[in-house]
């Protein structure tokens, strides 16, 4: 088993993760609000959650990995009163839209898929322990009860954001509820009101839970009071994540979580993704128009701790390397193992797989991971153009196993990704080829006869009408032609 570090915002470092059961690691990743189609940015935090996933189990560790579905909150309840049907049927059928996009992002199952609506239980027992043990208070609200957390309380608060209490600024945003103890304080119940349509009988009467509660419940239902790795997004970290600590160690009365990782933005143009900026891409309509395989690539381009710019020339550097990786994966399998034995390119192979789990080992770095598979391609590409040694073989596919099992950028079926490719390079030309592939076929054809009789004039019709569709063709030293869209 691989020792592997991670950079713990808690610390400010990187540690090595040091499970607190050895035969499992507990890991707990923030999922998404089910309240309609997720767009790339939230593809970001589910794709690092996956590579998280990916890279311990491939290193050798046990993961019981627990991603959650917030399937009660405020946008739910308006979509599903727009739409006229109850909130649990929206939550639900958005559930499915995510389970679809997350397959198609290549993404491995979570061990558990929580869901608030079925966790109430455990939420309100949470919240029954705060104010059993003096950490929260209840207040008159809206003809009801709501619960509040008293954050002064908790000494501990700001450990993970580094934010002292006295500095927080309230009353800029929003206006500070007169009802609170101390500004800071956040709701862990809110009474119903009468036209949401979706409460919960509890003590403090019928409502739902605030949202910080949700996660520290799920959590501990599923993996225990302490657990080993937390992630989501850095938009989380203050004050989702403050707020969880502050409220599980409360009620549990001990640490909470060991090590806390945190993905950074996705920015379109300079500017972070979000639904309020009018800048987002869906995943279902970037993966209908390119597939799964590129957006997976550009999300893990970069270092998950360092934002991404997003531009149209990420798409393309994508597609080059995807193609790039899927051409040698289909000339390595169809490889003539003829050649003899070569002692030294058997040995740097074998030290580039080496090489490659060292640098996921290092907090998860696919960029330095990937650099050393390109060389490894590289050195394919050279040595096998005089054939090359079975043993060799072996250990390249050694390679490629282990890039697919613990990243996901490497595909099952290398001929479709190949084809995808094709079909995301017309969409980047913005060619409007009404006749399809059947037409750049049967244009071939005639080009492969008019070139064979000598009828140039026939043969250039043909190129103008194939660079009309901005479609690049290669000849190849065998006769035959090989096609792709520019």
């Known amino acids: 088993m691989e020792k592997i570090t991670v950079f713990n915002n808690l610390t400010r470092s990187k540690e090595v993760l040091k499970p607190i059961d050895s035969n499992q690691v507990?890991?707990?990743?923030?999922?998404?609000?089910?309240?309609?189609?997720?767009?790339?940015?939230?593809?970001?935090?589910?794709?690092?959650?996956?590579?998280?996933?990916?890279?311990?189990?491939?290193?050798?560790?046990?993961?019981?990995?627990?991603?959650?579905?917030?399937?009660?909150?405020?946008?739910?309840?308006?979509?599903?009163?727009?739409?006229?049907?109850?909130?649990?049927?929206?939550?639900?059928?958005?559930?499915?839209?995510?389970?679809?996009?997350?397959?198609?992002?290549?993404?491995?199952?979570?061990?558990?898929?929580?869901?608030?609506?079925e966790s109430m239980p455990e939420i309100i027992q949470m919240i029954q322990d705060l104010i059993k043990n003096g950490y929260a208070y209840t207040v008159d609200k809206d003809g009801g009860k709501e619960v509040l957390y008293n954050v002064p309380m908790f000494k501990d608060y700001g450990?993970?954001?580094?934010?002292?209490?006295?500095?927080?600024?309230?009353?800029?945003?929003?206006?500070?509820?007169?009802?609170?103890?101390?500004?800071?304080?956040?709701?862990?119940?809110?009474?119903?009101?009468?036209?949401?349509?979706?409460?919960?009988?509890?003590?403090?009467?019928?409502?739902?839970?605030?949202?910080?509660?949700?996660?520290?419940?799920?959590?501990?239902?599923?993996?225990?009071?302490?657990?080993?790795?937390?992630?989501?997004?850095?938009?989380?970290?203050?004050?989702?994540?403050?707020?969880?600590?502050?409220?599980?160690?409360?009620?549990?009365?001990?640490?909470?979580?060991?090590?806390?990782?945190?993905?950074?933005?996705?920015?379109?143009?300079?500017?972070?993704?979000?639904?309020?900026?009018?800048?987002?891409v869906t995943i279902r309509k970037f993966t209908e128009t390119y597939s799964g395989a590129i957006l997976r690539h550009i999300l893990l381009s970069v270092h998950y701790r360092s934002k991404l710019e997003w531009t149209e020339d990420s798409i393309t550097k994508a597609i080059g390397e995807i193609e790039r990786i899927h051409d040698f994966v289909i000339h390595l399998y169809g490889e003539q193992k003829t050649a003899p034995a070569n002692p030294a390119e058997l040995a740097h192979v074998k030290s580039a797989l080496v090489d490659i789990k060292a640098e996921l080992a290092n907090d998860f770095n696919v960029p330095g991971a990937m650099g050393i598979f390109f060389g490894v391609i590289k050195d394919y590409n050279r040595i096998s153009k005089t054939g090359s040694d079975e043993n060799y073989i072996f250990e390249l596919i050694e390679i490629v196993n282990f890039m697919k099992?613990?990243?996901?950028?490497?595909?099952?079926?290398?001929?479709?990704?190949?084809?995808?490719?094709?079909?995301?390079?017309?969409?980047?030309?913005?060619?409007?080829?009404?006749?399809?592939?059947?037409?750049?076929?049967?244009?071939?054809?005639?080009?492969?006869?008019?070139?064979?009789?000598?009828?140039?004039?026939?043969?250039?019709?043909?190129?103008?009408r194939l660079n009309e569709l901005g479609v690049v063709v290669k000849d190849n030293p065998d006769g035959t032609a090989t096609w792709s869209y520019k």
């Open 159 to 280: 450990k993970l954001s580094k934010i002292q209490l006295e500095s927080l600024q309230h009353g800029v945003r929003v206006e500070t509820d007169g009802n609170k103890k101390h500004p800071s304080d956040f709701v862990l119940w809110k009474p119903a009101k009468a036209d949401e349509g979706w409460s919960w009988e509890s003590p403090w009467g019928k409502g739902r839970p605030g949202w910080h509660i949700e996660c520290s419940a799920m959590a501990k239902k599923h993996l225990g009071k302490t657990i080993d790795l937390h992630h989501g997004g850095v938009d989380l970290l203050f004050p989702h994540h403050e707020n969880e600590i502050a409220q599980s160690e409360a009620a549990n009365g001990c640490p909470f979580c060991n090590s806390w990782a945190h993905n950074e933005f996705l920015n379109f143009g300079s500017e972070k993704m979000s639904k309020s900026l009018g800048n987002v």
């Open 26 to 117: 507990k890991f707990y990743s923030c999922g998404p609000t089910t309240y309609n189609f997720l767009h790339v940015g939230n593809a970001r935090a589910l794709v690092v959650g996956d590579l998280f996933h990916r890279t311990m189990k491939s290193m050798g560790y046990n993961v019981k990995f627990v991603r959650n579905f917030t399937d009660v909150d405020d946008k739910i309840l308006e979509a599903a009163r727009v739409r006229g049907i109850h909130p649990k049927e929206h939550a639900d059928e958005f559930i499915r839209e995510c389970l679809t996009d997350m397959e198609c992002l290549g993404m491995l199952p979570a061990s558990v898929t929580p869901t608030v609506s």
């Open 405 to 464: 099992a613990a990243t996901g950028l490497v595909h099952d079926y290398p001929e479709e990704v190949l084809r995808q490719l094709n079909i995301a390079r017309k969409h980047l030309s913005g060619t409007d080829n009404e006749g399809g592939d059947d037409e750049i076929e049967k244009l071939l054809v005639e080009r492969k006869e008019a070139r064979a009789t000598k009828n140039y004039a026939k043969s250039d019709e043909i190129r103008n």
